[in-house]
């Protein structure tokens, strides 16, 4: 066999093994490209935030996200198997809802929308709060700057029980007026840094697939 030949078959198999290798690299789909995937669907307009679905995972797939303990991200994970419709994308998205649905219903003293959002045995001191600026002839003004962070503090799973706990960091800005309308309390200059811990409840099972407030830790 010539050596012209051999040097032929050499550059063949050469070219052949560099084919090979850039078909496993580039013909082949990134895991994370086809989580994107799965996860970018369009979000129900008729949601209510409280209805966010928190991700959407196959259920052999595991889900640490960088900041979510193994711990944490297990649990979330059994929650999907048990509810494919959760998703932490959504669930976070709803529980800033869920957070500004609630501080604004606390404000304006809209018991109605707190009795939807919020479990009876949490309900009672917004309730109490709220009777008491009454008496005094007071309102509560309170905006909500921005969202600093919002993280999953904490999930369990017990049947089909599921509880995620979220820590909010916001920036707020926070006035109390007497009956004439005159700030007693705070100033519109003032933004205070506040944390807030909240946990959420959900029966998986349930055909309500409202996450309900279940606990407050300030």
């Known amino acids: ?25 580039l013909g082949q789909e990134d895991p994370e490209q086809e989580l994107r995937k799965r996860t970018q669907h ?10 966010a679905r928190v991700f959407d995972l196959e259920p052999t797939q595991e889900f640490i996200p960088v900041n979510i303990p193994k711990s ?6 059994d929650i999907n198997q048990k509810d494919p419709s ?15 649905m609630i ?16 479990h ?15 008496a005094e002839a007071k309102t509560l003004e309170t905006t909500l700057v921005a969202f600093v962070s919002v993280d ?23 006035l109390i007026k007497n009956e004439k309308g005159a700030i007693i309390s705070g100033s519109p200059s003032d933004i205070s840094r506040l944390e807030d811990v909240w946990t959420f409840e959900r029966t ?8 309900i407030l279940v606990a407050t830790n300030a």
Request: glycine fraction near 2%; charge should be positive.
């Open 72 to 77: 944490i991200a297990s649990v979330l994970v």
């Open 152 to 174: 999953i503090n904490d999930a369990t799973l017990e049947n089909n029980k599921a509880q995620v706990t979220v820590k909010y960091v916001t920036r707020q800005i926070c």
């Open 86 to 100: 959760f998703t932490l994308e959504y669930f976070i998205q709803g529980a800033k809802g869920a957070f500004e």
């Open 204 to 211: 998986l099972n349930s055909r309500d697939p409202n996450w």
């Open 120 to 134: 009876p045995k949490v309900l009672a001191p917004f309730l109490e709060d709220i009777e008491r600026r009454k």
């Open 42 to 51: 369009p979000v129900n307009p008729n949601l209510k935030p409280t209805q």
């Open 1 to 25: 066999m010539s050596s012209q030949l051999m040097e032929l078959l050499f550059f063949a198999a050469l070219a052949a093994f560099v084919a090979y290798r850039l078909y496993k690299v």
């Open 103 to 118: 501080i604004s219903a606390f404000c304006k003293s809209d018991v109605e929308t707190l009795r939807s959002l919020i």
